[in-house]
T-cell receptor
Framework: AQSVTQPDIHITVSEGASLELRCNYSYGATPYLFWYVQSPGQGLQLLLKYFSGDTLVQGIKGFEAEFKRSQSSFNLRKPSVHWSDAAEYFCAVGYSGGYQKVTFGIGTKLQVIP | DGGITQSPKYLFRKEGQNVTLSCEQNLNHDAMYWYRQDPGQGLRLIYYSQIVNDFQKGDIAEGYSVSREKKESFPLTVTSAQKNPTAFYLC?????????????FGDGTRLSIL
């Protein structure tokens, strides 16, 4: 069965600093990978997705993620964090098997300090 | 603008009572999903539907029921058999069978026990 691990439950960074959120997945075939962001009391918004091709994908709000098959990772990065980036971030893995079942990680809560 | 509307935003349930959470989408998506979100547990799939008049149990379906009579609507009923219903409930939709199509989310309903 597929699974997703987000090892950092809570991360604090200073505004303007770089950010990397870790995500590791477990799945036998090539996965479909997603990063979502959730502000308090709201739904999830898609930041970016990887299906195939270029392993470095660009998303909205200045985020990017790199797919590394050898490490089973799909880490999310941003070169300079803004206070408005404070939110919870979810990594998800999916596959096209009957229906598009998606497994979500438990999330990483990002705090941005001035 | 197309999107997913969940109502109400806050809902309170009395002991022994069934309550229904509404989810409506105008994205013309065939597939719809219900997730439960608890702190530290990510998103867990309750039910999903790939097409009108068809739906399948997810990972935590006990104590919940759904219907899919219209493409646009996928209401979730939390029955009295669900002994721990306090959570944040998220509805999502997507194009089914598509290769790695992302899910689009509503803004959620927070259910609490009176």
């Amino acid at each position: 069965a597929q699974s997703v691990t987000q090892p950092d439950i809570h991360i604090t960074v200073s505004e303007g600093a770089s950010l990397e959120l870790r995500c590791n997945y477990s799945y036998g075939a090539t996965p479909y990978l997603f990063w979502y962001v959730q502000s308090p009391g709201q739904g999830l918004q898609l930041l970016l997705k990887y299906f195939s091709g270029d392993t470095l994908v660009q998303g909205i709000k200045g985020f990017e993620a790199e797919f590394k098959r050898s490490q089973s990772s799909f880490n999310l990065r941003k070169p300079s964090v803004h206070w408005s980036d404070a939110a919870e971030y979810f990594c998800a893995v999916g596959y096209s098997g009957g229906y598009q079942k998606v497994t979500f990680g438990i999330g990483t809560k990002l705090q941005v300090i001035p | 603008d197309g999107g997913i509307t969940q109502s109400p935003k806050y809902l309170f349930r009395k002991e022994g009572q069934n309550v229904t959470l509404s989810c409506e989408q105008n994205l013309n998506h065939d597939a719809m999903y219900w997730y439960r979100q608890d702190p530290g547990q990510g998103l867990r799939l309750i039910y999903y539907s790939q097409i009108v008049n068809d739906f399948q149990k997810g990972d935590i379906a006990e104590g919940y029921s759904v219907s899919r009579e219209k493409k646009e609507s996928f209401p979730l009923t939390v029955t009295s058999a669900q002994k721990n219903p306090t959570a944040f409930y998220l509805c999502a939709s997507s194009i089914p069978q598509g290769i790695g199509q992302p899910q689009h989310f509503g803004d959620g309903t927070r259910l609490s026990i009176l």
